[in-house]
């Protein structure tokens, strides 16, 4: 059966197109316009990964901009859908969501609630379509991702930083937990998750918490040009997996270790 992907910008869709058989990568605008034009011929799964760039996060300014690449086109995508052979979706999300409520008082300085509460929204859209049209689908809250060719995660900043012998800057002291997966290990998920009947939303992490300073202490300190924020930025402290579906339902237990 053929997978489509949605999402050139995506650093998780050229690695989903590389393990990924008989699937191609569209934009959101190039699927419309197939998928009204009835030229997708045959039976077919759709993973969206689609949204506006993670990167780009910190720096956001243009509202209307953030709010089109990630809720209003996809929204226009479930509008324009031809429902006639369409057998599941996925759609890839965050574990950001978590942290999708902050307390009035505090300041959301890198529009990180902000993401997550629009990762929430666009997760409410697809599982609503998908149970008023009977389709399948998978909600995967994507943890840490890392990997050959990303460049947003704390575990790229720090290999960059290293090999330019730049500065990074670390907040809280590095104390914070997280779940870190590699790329190759999201790819071989999303495969299962394709070929099983599962239905749902799920964690994708390996369930295993390190935390930046480890890291940064196996690398040494001294090969690195460290600088510690002087004020507690307001984060999660502890992000893990919970993958028992993963493990229990997908069969899926060897992680690579970062």
């Known amino acids: 059966m053929k997978t489509i992907i949605i999402g050139k910008r ?31 011929k045959g039976s077919f799964n759709l ?5 506006y760039p993670s990167a780009n996060i910190s720096k956001l300014k243009n509202y209307e901009e953030f709010t089109k690449l990630s809720s209003l086109e996809l929204a226009k995508l479930l509008d324009n859908l031809n429902k006639k052979n369409l057998k599941k979706i996925l759609y890839t999300s965050s574990a950001s969501v978590y942290g999708s409520l902050n307390s009035d008082d505090e300041i959301d300085y890198f529009n990180r609630t902000l993401y997550a509460s629009s990762k929430i929204l666009c ?12 389709i399948k689908y998978a909600i995967c809250r994507v943890f840490n991702l890392y990997g050959d060719g990303e460049v947003f995660s704390v575990i790229s900043r720090i290999i960059k930083n290293y090999s330019l012998k730049k500065q990074i800057t670390i907040n809280n002291k590095g104390t914070s937990v997280r779940d870190y997966i590699h790329v190759n290990d999201v790819c071989k998920i999303y495969q299962k998750i394709l070929t099983k009947n599962f239905i749902g939303t799920l964690d994708i ?15 040494e300190k001294k090969n690195l ?6 004020n507690n930025i307001t984060e999660i402290q502890r992000s893990i997996a919970d993958n028992d579906v993963i493990k229990n339902t997908l069969k899926f237990t060897k ?4």
């Open 205 to 219: 992490g390996t369930g295993v918490g390190i935390k930046i300073s480890d890291i940064i202490n196996f690398i």
């Open 255 to 258: 992680f690579l270790k970062l």
């Open 123 to 134: 997760e409410n859209l697809v599982k609503n379509f998908c149970q008023k049209n009977q």
């Open 225 to 230: 040009k460290l600088k510690y924020t002087t």
């Open 47 to 51: 993973i969206i990964n689609s949204f």
């Open 10 to 40: 995506s650093f998780l869709s050229k690695h989903l197109k590389k393990k990924i058989s008989n699937s191609e990568i569209n934009s959101l605008n190039e699927f419309i316009s197939l998928n009204i034009n009835n030229k997708i």
